[in-house]
């Protein structure tokens, strides 16, 4: 069964500075792969996708993630973070069974 | 477009209770998925509907039951609850639900479920 690591539970970054938050799953193909963020109270917000292609994705609010098959990561990205970034983020992967398996999720705090 | 509608928000129960939530995709998707959201587990998926049929269903005791009606809204019933039932369900509809990136899930803001 497929899985999904995110290795930083928790990360606290100055506001403007860069972000980067870890993903790396298990899967013997190339799965289909998703970053989500949540903010309190909300429901789950769809950032990127990959499915095929190039390797580098955009997203919306500024986001990117590369996908890097040799390592098996799908690590997001943000050149600078805006204190309306704080939340918490979520990677995902699908197989193609209508399904998806997350990550334990990363909280982003942002410092002023 | 109105997104995912799930309803109600906020709902308390007690322990034996029995439980059922609801949820409105976004117009035009037929997929309904609902997963189960917890700071001990995290998300879990729960089970996914396509066309009133259920496709795939998660590891959950057989206490967790769904069903999709023929205008795609989904229901989700919870019996004979317990304390570790408590948490926040997620309900998710795409085109086709096939988890591709060309059938993204769009998620509504939850049910927040408490058992007490």
């Known amino acids: 069964a497929q899985s999904v690591t995110q290795p930083d539970i928790h990360i606290t970054v100055s506001e403007g500075a860069s972000l980067e938050l870890r993903c790396n799953y298990s899967?013997?193909?190339?799965?289909?792969l998703f970053w989500y963020v949540q903010s309190p109270g909300q429901g789950l917000q769809l950032l990127l996708k990959?499915?095929?292609?190039?390797?580098l994705v955009q997203g919306i609010k500024g986001f990117e993630a590369e996908f890097k098959r040799s390592q098996s990561s799908f690590n997001l990205r943000k050149p600078s973070v805006h204190w309306s970034d704080a939340a918490e983020y979520f990677c995902?992967?699908?197989?193609?069974?209508?399904?998806?398996?997350f990550g334990a999720g990363t909280t982003v705090t942002v410092r002023a | 477009k109105a997104g995912v509608t799930q309803t109600p928000r906020y709902l308390i129960k007690t322990r034996g209770q029995q439980v059922t939530l609801s949820c409105s995709p976004i117009?035009?998707?037929?997929?309904v998925s609902w997963y189960q959201q917890t700071p001990g587990q995290g998300l879990q998926f729960l089970f996914e509907y396509f066309s009133e049929t259920q496709r795939n269903k998660g590891n959950f005791p057989g206490r967790f039951s769904g069903r999709q009606f023929s205008n795609s809204r989904s229901e989700m019933n919870v019996s004979t609850l317990e304390l570790g039932d408590s948490a926040l369900y997620l309900c998710?509809?795409?085109?086709?639900?096939?988890?591709?990136?060309?059938?993204?899930?769009?998620f509504g803001n939850g049910t927040r479920l408490t058992v007490t």
């Open positions: 117009s035009g998707h037929r997929s």
């Open positions: 995902a992967v699908g197989v193609g069974d209508y399904k998806l398996s």
């Open positions: 990959y499915f095929s292609g190039d390797t």
């Open positions: 998710a509809s795409s085109l086709k639900g096939d988890s591709e990136g060309n059938s993204p899930l769009h």
């Open positions: 899967y013997g193909a190339t799965p289909y």
